[in-house]
């Protein structure tokens, strides 16, 4: 089974992973961008702050495909549990934020490029921040953690929500962490 967690910057889902290692010593622990050299090229693209938006998003879809067929894919085939930090619905909010006025309805756009060859979660836990909060926790360190940003980032994941309310789980992010966490290890108990 696949569960993904979700969030603006700053959100604290890296907090909550080490909880969830306690709980499922066992699953597969993964994140976005991934630690191969296509995801030092996208770290690279999010410390650029006048890089491409298009080629931006080719540069995380390639590390998307590289993650699921060396990660995801067989993780799954051994019928393992697999927690991956950040996942599609990251490119869906921060891309279309980004592709904005570039290519018509973005969000649909990459949605379509992504939906032949993805595999969708079962479960979204959706760790939910104002957007001033994530701004603030984050320090503003790059163009994607900048208030105005985030803003526009936290609408396209309600909007992401909206279109598909099964598969997510809304997290409240301001509660102390000990509160997430076991919020979070409970919802997915409950999937298992
Ligand atoms: P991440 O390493 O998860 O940052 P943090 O731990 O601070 O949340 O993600 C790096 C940044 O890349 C973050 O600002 C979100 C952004 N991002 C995208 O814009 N698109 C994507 O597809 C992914 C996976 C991340």
């Given amino acids: 089974m696949l569960v993904t967690l979700e969030g ?73 549990l697999v927690i991956s930090d950040r996942y599609i619905d990251s490119r869906y909010a921060y891309q279309s934020t980004s592709l904005d006025g570039i290519v018509e309805d973005p969000l649909s756009y990459i949605q379509k490029i992504h939906q032949p060859w993805t595999v969708l979660p079962e479960l979204t836990l959706y760790f939910d921040l104002s957007p001033s909060l994530g701004a603030m926790r ?21 909007k992401i929500i909206s279109n598909d309310p099964g598969r997510f789980v809304r997290i ?13 290890i409970k919802t997915i108990s409950n999937l298992l």
């Avoid at 499922?24 to 006048?50: C, F, H, M, Q």
């Fill in 8 to 80: 603006i910057d700053g959100s604290g889902k890296t907090t909550i992973i080490s909880a969830l290692q306690e709980a499922y010593p066992d699953a597969v622990y993964t994140l976005e961008p991934t630690d191969s050299w296509y995801g030092e090229a996208v770290r690279k693209s999010i410390n650029t702050d006048d890089a491409d938006p298009l080629s931006e998003l080719f540069l995380y879809m390639a590390d998307h495909a590289y993650h699921l067929q060396t990660t995801i894919l067989p993780a799954l085939s051994n019928k393992k």
């Fill in 138 to 158: 984050s320090g503003s360190t790059n163009k994607f953690e900048q208030l105005s940003f985030l803003e526009r980032v936290h609408e396209n994941y309600e």
């Fill in 172 to 184: 409240d992010a301001s509660l102390p962490p000990d509160k997430i966490a076991k919020i979070a």
